[in-house]
């Protein structure tokens, strides 16, 4: 079961949206004057056109020419308003747009890694991409056009209630119906809108699943059941896009209602009172213009107000991230030196079911450990409780006496470095792939940490160090990607180094290569190795053997060579006699 990280309440959604707002608030003022500038001048034409019908009336259509004009100079003021508070509005939002992804990625980076390996990629992934755009296009267009299309509500009924309170009163026949039925889509959207995004994830972690295992799935004939995967989560999300549907097709009928019932309100209480003589027919003309200008920003309210409620639900899974338990920022205890001890280990993924059992172990300082046992026998897991990414379920795992869940990120990136069979090369250089483990070294630091891993072929590159790395670009095999995260670790100059499977994808020559180089820069450090190839342990210093979870054997090579216990019988299987 993928557990998600969490969602950010209404709460914390306002309290977001606030901070975009006071980071660039020069520039949220300017498009509120702005988009108020437009909305006003934008009160003009009605007003001056009801003038225009009273003046024929009365038979003074000489003021025609004196009033035509200002319409038109209202009308292009409007424009221009308009023109450069859409150019403020689209800069707010593209600033705001870069503030949430920078805030994202600090927030991601923050959280421990079993976190982040609990939540799955499709979650991370939708949360940077999708529901970042969602937002961003609310800050940059759905906000700054509900904006103008609320003054451009108000400012008229204002002025409706100016010329005479009856028409005001009667263009506001359709607010009833549409506070109703709004009043019940923002109680009912958000939980819709946070179920579809949730299932657009399980549609990503599907995906994923199924493109990067693509050649398992071929060769082991599972075709059907990943399509049958895709069709259930796809089908998952329809009905959920589905409902969100059915909400806004309600939303919009209503909406159309309370649009066309105002005019027709307006125009009969507007006959009734001219007939009466009670309001002039320019009164009339202009309230039954003002009314009609209603209705293009009653539009873009209710159909923005949907953009909005996806855009608070995109907000919410974004500001949900630093609710997560996040990792220790301060510097925290220090440890007394490199002594790693394992006192009454248990840990299990799921309660009941013990991965590891009371596992005891003490490493000296500059010791070397070679960790072995059959597949499934803990190695992983207890490499991944050294490095402090899981914490036991009971015991304590410690370094110079200090709980390595204790230590704050960087006191533990200094102490313990975990390299794994799983490596990583990042978009861009072969400079810029190395510089991510000391920042300060030079190219003369970064190619002798690749001498040192055998990884003499970055000269033989188009580019040498500047070879940009990745699709579209060079590809390394995974021999030469997993010299290049070892050379990391040489650069990182760690006290404790945890070599989970380091060397598994190189050939058996390059890897002995690669492990005699990496002698001399381990030597004074403490290095726990967890292999399969027993090589590795034949130059350790201790061996300990791990199986179903427990410590069962322990020694040098040729003491337990000479036991005849489960570890001769590795070294029989492998290496022979």
């Known amino acids: 079961m993928i557990a998600r990280l969490p969602v950010g309440d209404r709460r914390a959604v306002r309290a977001a949206v606030r901070q975009l707002v006071e980071r660039e608030p020069a520039t949220a003022a300017r498009v ?19 003038t225009v019908v009273d003046s024929i009336r009365s038979g003074h259509a000489e003021s025609v020419n004196r009033l035509l004009p200002a319409v038109l100079a209202c009308a292009l003021a409007q424009m221009l308003f308009t023109r450069y508070a859409i150019d403020a509005g689209r800069r707010f939002g593209e600033r705001s747009l870069t503030y949430l992804r920078e805030d994202l990625l600090d927030r991601v980076l923050a959280l421990p890694t079993a976190i982040v390996e609990q939540a799955g990629g499709g979650d991370l992934m939708t949360r940077g991409t999708t529901d970042v755009a969602t937002v961003g296009v609310a800050v940059r267009e759905a906000l700054p056009e509900m904006l103008i299309a609320g003054i451009r509500v108000v400012l008229p009924l204002a002025v409706i209630f100016v010329l005479d309170w009856r028409l005001g009163a009667g263009a506001l026949a359709g607010v009833p119906l549409l506070l109703f039925v709004c009043r019940w889509y923002l109680r009912t959207a958000r939980t819709a809108y946070l179920t579809e ?22 060769a082991l004939g599972m075709g059907v059941r990943r399509i049958g995967a895709g069709d259930e989560t796809t089908s998952v999300h329809l009905a959920a896009q589905i409902t969100t549907l059915r909400l806004r097709t309600l939303l919009y009928s209503s909406k159309d209602v309370a649009g066309v019932l105002p005019v027709t309100v307006v125009l009969i209480i507007g006959g009734l009172l001219h007939d009466g003589h009670s309001v002039p027919l320019g009164t009339v003309v202009a309230a039954a213009l003002y009314v009609q200008q209603l209705g293009s920003p009653l539009d873009t309210l209710v159909g923005r107000a949907e953009q909005l409620q996806r855009a608070g639900a995109a907000m919410a899974r974004l500001v949900g991230v630093p609710a997560a338990p996040a990792a220790k920022t301060s510097e925290g205890p220090i440890p007394a030196d490199d002594r790693v001890r394992l ?15 009371d596992i005891d172990l003490d490493v000296g300082p500059g010791e070397r450990i070679a960790v072995v046992g059959p597949s499934g026998s803990g190695k992983t897991t207890l490499a991944r409780l050294l490095a402090g990414i899981d914490r036991p379920s009971s015991g304590a795992v410690t370094v110079g006496g200090v709980s390595v869940s204790d230590l704050a990120p960087e006191t533990l990136r200094r102490r313990i470095v975990l390299v794994t069979q799983e490596h990583h090369v990042f978009l861009g250089t072969v400079r810029e792939n190395l510089v991510i483990a000391a920042p300060t070294a030079d190219d003369d630091a970064l190619r002798d940490a690749l001498r040192t ?3 003499d072929w970055v000269d ?10 990745g699709p579209g670009a060079t590809v390394l095999d995974a021999a030469r990607e997993q010299q290049l995260a070892l050379a990391r670790i040489v650069l990182a100059d ?9 060397t598994s994808l190189l050939d058996p020559a390059t890897a002995r290569d690669a492990e005699r180089s990496l002698s001399a820069v381990l030597e004074g ?15 350790a210093d201790r061996v300990i053997v791990l199986e179903d979870g427990r ?27």
């Open 551 to 577: 410590i069962t054997e322990q020694g040098t090579h040729d003491e337990l060579r000479s036991a005849g216990g489960v570890y001769a019988d590795l070294w029989h299987a492998q290496v022979g006699t």
């Open 32 to 50: 509120v004057l702005l988009y108020g500038a437009a909305a006003f001048a934008g009160l003009g034409p009605p007003w001056l056109l009801g």
């Open 453 to 455: 891993v055998g990884a």
């Open 343 to 357: 006192s009454s280990v248990r840990f299990a993924y799921r309660s009941g079911r013990d991965v590891l059992r």
């Open 460 to 469: 033989t590159l188009s580019d040498g160090m500047g070879t940009v790395l």
């Open 525 to 539: 450090r403490t290095v726990i190795a967890f292999a399969h190839r027993l090589h590795t342990a034949r130059d």
């Open 494 to 502: 760690p006290r404790v180094i945890l070599l989970d499977e380091a």
């Open 197 to 218: 995004a949730a299932a657009g994830t399980e549609i990503s972690d599907t995906l994923m699943a199924t493109t990067s295992g693509a050649r398992t799935v071929a």
